[in-house]
């Protein structure tokens, strides 16, 4: 049984790793521009997945998975090379959703900037229902203060 902070430990190492040999030694044409995202390893250190991103269209994204899925075998035995476990663990590619994540709530960002720029304009020239301010005032604050002081005299003076 191991501990969290040693998977997570092999997990960052094994994104340093498969992300430098992409970068020299996997001379794939179908290979796009692939940035390795985040890696996490299982508890048992047998299996890691390597979550990864493309820059470019569904066909890039396509081609660069089939490269990444043909570079396994070289990209496994790099990273149990580099890292110096036992058992060198197997690696699943999986596309990194944060892109689409982050397109999604863009969209949603800018239907909410047009609704308020629609709200303020419709809010340009209206007035409100009611009295400018609704709140209710005293009438005289001074009154107040008077009848106050005359009330506190007389059972001082009783």
Do not use: C
Request: glycine fraction near 6%; proline fraction near 4%.
């Amino acid at each position: 049984m191991t501990d969290n902070a040693r998977a997570r430990k092999l997990a960052d190492r094994i994104q340093v790793v498969v992300a430098e040999t992409l970068d020299r030694r996997i001379k794939d044409p179908r290979l796009g521009f692939v940035t390795i995202t985040d890696a996490r390893v299982t508890g048992d250190l047998r299996e890691a997945t390597v979550f990864y991103t493309v820059y470019g269209d569904d066909e890039e994204r396509a081609a660069s998975a089939a490269a990444l899925e043909s570079a396994k075998g070289v990209l496994r035995s790099e990273v149990g090379r580099q890292t110096g476990v036992r058992f060198t663990p197997t690696l699943a590619f999986v596309p990194d959703a944060l892109p689409d994540n982050a397109r999604t709530i863009e969209d949603l960002l800018d239907k909410a900037r047009a609704k308020d720029a629609e709200v303020r304009q419709v809010s340009t020239g209206a007035q409100y229902a009611g009295d400018a301010d609704p709140y209710r005032k005293p009438e005289d604050e001074d009154e107040e203060t008077d009848g106050s002081s005359e009330k506190n005299e007389g059972p001082a003076s009783a």
